[in-house]
């Protein structure tokens, strides 16, 4: 296998792992002001900087990967709700992790990014930037 098949099947994957990257990078950055300079308890940080991270992916993905023009609120509409779910799992995450294991809350948020990246991907590929059918 060359390695232009292997982009050419798996370009939507490599591109949504680029812009995933960057949106978790601001993420973290927020998340990270917010507990450790603004103070504030690590959910609703978490809160607040899923929701950045959520509009900046949006953007990114429905531009620039996936390359979808129409039904944007619709499309929102489903990314919100598939973020929503995320911030659901990382909350999750990071309550586990810093109340019950102890971990630091830098290091839960970074456990909790990784854990859900994929699944919000699978279900922005198939749902929300899945082809429309005319």
Same mark, same amino acid.
């Given at each position: 296998?060359?390695?232009?098949?292997? %982009?050419?099947?798996?370009?939507?994957?490599?591109? %949504?792992?680029?812009?995933?990257?960057?949106?978790?990078?601001?993420?973290?950055?927020? %998340?990270?002001?917010?507990?450790?300079?603004?103070?504030?308890?690590?959910?609703?940080? @978490?809160?607040?900087?899923?929701?950045?991270?959520?509009?900046t992916s949006f953007?990114?993905?429905?531009? %620039? @990967?996936?390359?979808?023009?129409?039904?944007?609120?619709?499309?929102?509409?489903?990314?919100?709700?598939?973020?929503?779910?995320?911030?659901?799992?990382? @909350?999750?995450?990071?309550?586990?992790?810093?109340?019950?294991?102890?971990?630091?809350?830098?290091?839960?948020?970074?456990?909790?990014?990784?854990?859900?990246?994929?699944?919000?991907?699978?279900?922005?590929?198939?749902?929300?930037?899945?082809?429309?059918?005319?």
């Amino acid at each position: 296998m060359s390695l232009k098949y292997l %982009y050419y099947k798996f370009h939507h994957l490599i591109l %949504y792992g680029a812009i995933g990257c960057c949106a978790s990078g601001l993420d973290f950055l927020v %998340y990270s002001f917010l507990v450790q300079i603004g103070g504030q308890h690590y959910i609703i940080s @978490n809160c607040i900087s899923v929701l950045v991270g959520i509009a900046t992916s949006f953007t990114l993905n429905r531009n %620039y @990967n996936f390359k979808v023009k129409d039904k944007i609120k619709k499309r929102f509409s489903i990314f919100l709700i598939v973020g929503l779910c995320g911030m659901f799992l990382s @909350n999750t995450i990071l309550w586990v992790c810093i109340e019950k294991l102890l971990f630091s809350k830098l290091v839960s948020k970074v456990l909790s990014i990784v854990l859900v990246v994929f699944f919000q991907f699978l279900l922005n590929k198939y749902f929300t930037f899945s082809p429309s059918k005319k």
